[in-house]
C-alpha cells in the first residue's frame, strides 16, 4: 500500500490568483495521477506525471492552466492557475499499486 | 472510449435493508473492477476489486462479481448500516495499466436511516 499526504486540505481563494497543491508518497513511484471532483460530480482525470518528463494531459486539461511538475519519485505538484469560480473542486492526487489506485485526502478548493 | 455508468442516486434505505448498486461498463481489453467508497468528509478508499471474469471481490460485507456476459460489475450488501451512508463509485482500469489510470462512474451516494 502507499500513505499519501496532499497539502493544503482546503483553501479558499480569489479568482485570477493560483494555488499549488502538493502532494508526498511515502514510497518510490513511476506514475503519479491527478485527478479532479466537481460539485456533485464523479472524479476526471487531469494527466498522468511521470518522473522525468513531462505530464500527459487528458482532454480538456491544458499545462497552462493545470502545471504539473514531478520533481522526484515521491513527490509531484499541480498548479490550478488563474481561478475561476469553476475551478471550484476537490482536486486528488493518486499512486498506482500492482492492482489498485491509492489516493489522498484531496484538496478542497473553493474559489470566490 | 472506456466508459462506466453506475445507477443514479441518491439511494435511501432504512438499516438491515438489501442494497444493489448497479454498474456496467464499457471498454476494450480485459479491465480489472473496482469499487470506492467516499465517507462524508474523507478521502477515497478502495471497498473490492475484481481483475478477471467471474471474480467476486468482498468487504465489510460488501460483493461485487466481474461479469464478463453482461459487462456488469453490481455492488450488494445484505443488510445495510447507518455506517454505510457514502458515496460509493465503480471504476475501471485497462488491462495495459492496472491499478493507475481510472474512469470513474458517476457515483451513487446512499443514505442509510436508523
Known amino acids: 500500500s502507499a500513505v499519501i499526504s496532499q497539502k493544503p486540505s482546503r483553501d479558499i481563494c480569489q479568482r485570477g490568483t493560483s494555488l499549488t497543491i502538493q502532494c508526498q508518497v511515502d514510497?518510490?513511484?513511476?506514475?503519479m495521477f491527478w485527478y479532479r471532483q466537481q460539485p456533485g460530480q464523479s472524479l476526471t482525470l487531469i494527466a498522468t506525471?511521470?518522473?522525468?518528463?513531462?505530464?500527459?494531459?487528458e482532454s480538456g486539461f491544458v499545462i497552462d492552466k493545470f502545471p504539473i511538475s514531478r520533481p522526484n519519485l515521491t513527490f509531484s505538484t499541480l498548479t490550478v492557475s488563474n481561478m475561476s469560480p469553476e475551478d471550484s473542486s476537490i482536486y486528488l492526487c493518486?499512486?498506482?499499486?500492482?492492482?489498485?489506485?491509492?489516493f489522498g485526502q484531496g484538496t478542497r478548493l473553493t474559489v470566490v | 472510449g472506456d466508459s462506466v455508468t453506475q445507477m443514479e442516486g441518491p439511494v435511501t434505505l432504512s438499516e438491515e435493508a438489501f442494497l444493489t448498486i448497479n454498474c456496467t461498463y464499457t471498454?476494450?481489453?480485459?479491465?480489472?473492477l473496482f469499487w470506492y467508497v467516499q465517507y462524508p468528509g474523507e478521502g477515497l478508499q478502495l471497498l473490492l476489486k475484481?481483475?478477471?471474469?467471474?471474480d467476486k471481490g468482498s468487504n465489510k460485507g460488501f460483493e461485487a462479481t466481474y461479469r464478463k456476459e453482461t459487462t456488469s460489475f453490481h455492488l450488494e450488501k445484505g443488510s445495510v448500516q447507518v455506517s454505510d451512508s457514502a458515496v460509493y463509485f465503480c471504476a475501471l482500469s485497462s488491462r495495459y495499466n492496472q491499478g493507475g489510470k481510472l474512469i470513474f462512474g458517476q457515483g451513487t451516494e446512499l443514505s442509510v436511516k436508523p
Open positions: 514510497s518510490q513511484v513511476t506514475m
Open positions: 471498454a476494450t481489453g480485459y479491465p480489472s
Open positions: 493518486s499512486v498506482a499499486g500492482n492492482t489498485e489506485a491509492f
Open positions: 506525471a511521470n518522473q522525468g518528463s513531462e505530464a500527459t494531459y
Open positions: 475484481a481483475t478477471k471474469a467471474d
